[in-house]
């Protein structure tokens, strides 16, 4: 069912077929919930963007099982047909694609943590005397037949349905939140950082550390702000001690008496700027941190938040995680996903057997090519993934090449493709930028600098490791959307909710007594995750699950 706003708060909708043809009258309603309500039976709905959408039927209390969202799948198609990924999505930019007509930019997002308001600017406009319902349904018809033209119609059109599915868990996972105790936070922040003073002053135990690294440098040196890297290289030169930056490492390297103060400063100042009571007071609210997420936020497809840093929780600051009474966090983590995404995608036999077992992947590999050295195993596989081809990382790879050739030979090509300025796809389909867009590897590095002996400039040697990685994290979160869309099928019904997800990692909030069948559901989810996305291989995606009251409880369950 295709379901468009008429603006005045009322919606027209109309049946569609699965190639997306309109299959019924147009009727109308006066709201969106109204639509919903009375077409009960509808299996999937056609609008313009879930993230527009969905939040309204939430909050009255409607859920809907599948979804079709236009301005994602067309995101994913640009990128896909034209290798322009980054690209106007709206409806009205891909109304105008159609058309051959100027294509109008997207919005400007909205501010992290903002909500919308009033004086927000609502969707991208359609050309006057367009039709909004007949735009959506001509819209949503050619992609279907945009998707059926490729070389695996099947994959990109299953990516599409995913991507999609995505945008329902990440508005549903806001609105569910996760739970957080205000009070363990500032407790927690108290012990850690002191005394807290009014007026923006820092903390009384930064305000100690930052006065221990001052005296450090003596009376001479004067006052240093240890929050500034500027002031800290300074302070060091004066003495005598060149630093290239004031990372952590390259501190350790160093023995001084400000070095120690220094980095627990470093670490407290984080946890003070990036989930001290600012944020406290910005992001949870009646007991919930409900994190904006964003479907892939990231080229690879990974997923990323609007501000609140909902992916990067210290380990310290998940004390304040706590189930609801009666409620436990059921914590999943996914067992060397990346090496076992490779196995499947490149359907190299014996990693795709290594893979095949619940057991430690690494372990697996060293038995069949490295003598039992795990170790050597891990540095090998990483190397092969992430690029690193020098010194050991070259050896690690030649003795993973004569055992796995299948699986090198694939994330080479990709290495080769990046270096040349080609494409490179997931196994569904999703596209990475062309070389003309700055990847998150290149930043900074020169675009046209001189070429070595093998043709290849520093930017596209860079480029060759970003696409090494992303034929393999990409592939990884496309897998992770369709275990999260089986997750999501698997407990409807319970009361249990999905309340956290990033790339390797989900947490489900569900009573006590539910607890158990979550497990199970998890393990299901993987399972059928797999057999959809890359067909009957033997490879197991297993997870290490922990049922824990305290998200920080979870590492120490698991390993226990």
Known sequence: MAVAETGDGGVRLRAVDLLGRPAGPVASAGSLAEAVRSHPHVERWVWRSTARHYPQLLEAGLRVERCYDVEAAESLLV??????????????????????????????????????????????????GTDPLEA??????????????????????????????????????????????????RALLDELLGEHFPGGLEPRRLAELAEAVSSAFGEAGGRVRPDLPADIIRAFARQGIPLSSTRA?????????????????????????????????????????????????????????????????????????????????VVADADQMEPRILAAVSRDPGLMEAAGGERDLYAALSDRAFAGDRERAKMAMLGAIYGQTSGDGLKHLADLRRRFPAAVALVDEAARAGEEGRLVRTWLGRTCPPSS???????????????????????????????????????????ALAMLAALRQELAGLRAELVFFQHDEVIVHCPDAEAAVVREAIRTASARAARVVFGETPVLFPFTTAVVECYAEAKAEATA
């Open 136 to 185: 959506l349904i001509e819209v949503h018809a050619a992609q279907i037949a945009r998707a059926g033209a490729g070389e695996h119609p099947g994959r990109i059109l299953l990516l599409l349905a995913l991507e999609s599915a995505g945008t329902l868990i990440a508005a549903e996972m806001h609105r569910a939140g996760l739970p957080w105790r205000a009070d363990v936070h």
């Open 79 to 128: 990128g896909h047909e034209e290798g322009q990924s980054g690209q106007p999505r709206s409806l009205a930019a891909a109304w105008a694609r159609l058309r051959g007509l100027p294509v109008p930019a997207d919005p400007p997002p909205r501010a992290a943590g903002g909500q919308p308001s009033l004086f927000e600017p609502g969707p991208v406009p359609l050309p006057p």
């Open 249 to 329: 490492w390259e501190l350790k390297t160093i023995d001084h008496p400000a070095v120690e103060p220094l980095l627990q400063y470093k670490k407290l100042y984080r946890l003070h700027t990036a989930h001290g009571r600012s944020w406290l007071q910005t992001w949870v609210r009646e007991g919930r941190f409900r994190a904006e997420y964003v479907p892939s936020g990231s080229v690879s497809g990974r997923w990323t938040t609007n501000g609140g840093g909902a992916l990067q929780i210290p380990r310290v600051v998940r004390r304040a995680v706590v189930a609801d009474p009666g409620w436990r966090l």
């Open 437 to 479: 867009t700055a990847l998150p590897e290149e930043a900074g590095l020169p675009q046209a600098a001189e070429q070595d002996g093998y043709g290849s400039t520093p930017a596209g040697r860079a480029r060759g490791r970003f696409t090494r990685n992303f034929v393999v994290q990409g592939s990884a979160a496309d897998w």
